[in-house]
T-cell receptor
Framework: GDSVTQMEGPVTLSEEAFLTINCTYT??????LFWYVQYPGEGLQLLLK?????DKGSNKGFEATYRKETTSFHLEKGSVQVSDSAVYFC???????????FGKGTLLTVNP | DTGVSQNPRHKITKRGQNVTFRCDPI?????LYWYRQTLGQGPEFLTY????????KSRLLSDRFSAERPKGSFSTLEIQRTEQGDSAMYLC??????????FGPGTRLTVT
């Protein structure tokens, strides 16, 4: 079946450091790819998405590029802030039902 | 647009009792999804509705679980004869014409 694999956390960085969270997927077709973020005590929020190969999703300084050849959708940010501390989930949808398949999530802690 | 709302936010129940959760999607969103999230894991798909029709159910949804969306607006998820393994966060999401899902804050169920 379809699946998403994320790098295991937790990830701890200092403010202004560069962030990469790896995400790879397995799917029988060409999925749409998403990054969701869950801040402490809050619900899941869509961070960015990409719907086809080579698309780049971006939002709030975060970026991810849909790489079909490596089946990857790595999340990057050039300079993290304390307020970016959260759990980040990579996810995919495939087919007309749009149900999401999530990775296990990566906890990011940014220290001042 | 007030977003997706879920009630209650927390529920503590004794093993063997029945519980019911409610989800109010974003108005005019025709698709509604239920997911379950356990500690340290990503959300897992349970079921989804298009308008009032329940179109897909996961194998995770045992016979003790039932979901309804009687008028194509709000939805309820009922768990009968709760077990300790049912303890989790139950998430609801909705989507309109696109494939971006908007999540509610979740209902945290604790079965003692």
């Amino acid at each position: 079946g379809d699946s998403v694999t994320q790098m295991e956390g937790p990830v701890t960085l200092s403010e202004e450091a560069f962030l990469t969270i790896n995400c790879t997927y397995t799917a029988t077709g060409y999925p749409s790819l998403f990054w969701y973020v869950q801040y402490p005590g809050e619900g899941l929020q869509l961070l960015l998405k990409a719907t086809k190969a080579d698309d780049k999703g971006s939002n709030k300084g975060f970026e991810a590029t849909y790489r079909k050849e490596t089946t990857s959708f790595h999340l990057e940010k050039g300079s993290v802030q304390v307020s970016d501390s959260a759990v980040y989930f990579c996810a995919l949808t495939l087919g007309s039902n749009y149900k999401l398949t999530f990775g296990k999530g990566t906890l990011l802690t940014v220290n001042p | 647009d007030t977003g997706v709302s879920q009630n209650p936010r927390h529920k503590i129940t004794k093993r063997g009792q029945n519980v019911t959760f409610r989800c109010d999607p974003i108005s005019e969103h025709n698709r509604l999804y239920w997911y379950r999230q356990t500690l340290g894991q990503g959300p897992e798909f349970l079921t989804y509705f298009q308008n009032e029709a329940q179109l897909e159910k996961s194998r995770l949804l045992s016979d003790r679980f039932s979901a309804e969306r009687p008028k194509g607006s709000f939805s309820t998820l009922e768990i009968q004869r709760t077990e300790q393994g049912d303890s989790a966060m139950y998430l609801c999401a909705s989507t309109g014409s696109g494939n971006e899902q908007y999540f509610g804050p979740g209902t945290r169920l604790t079965v003692t």
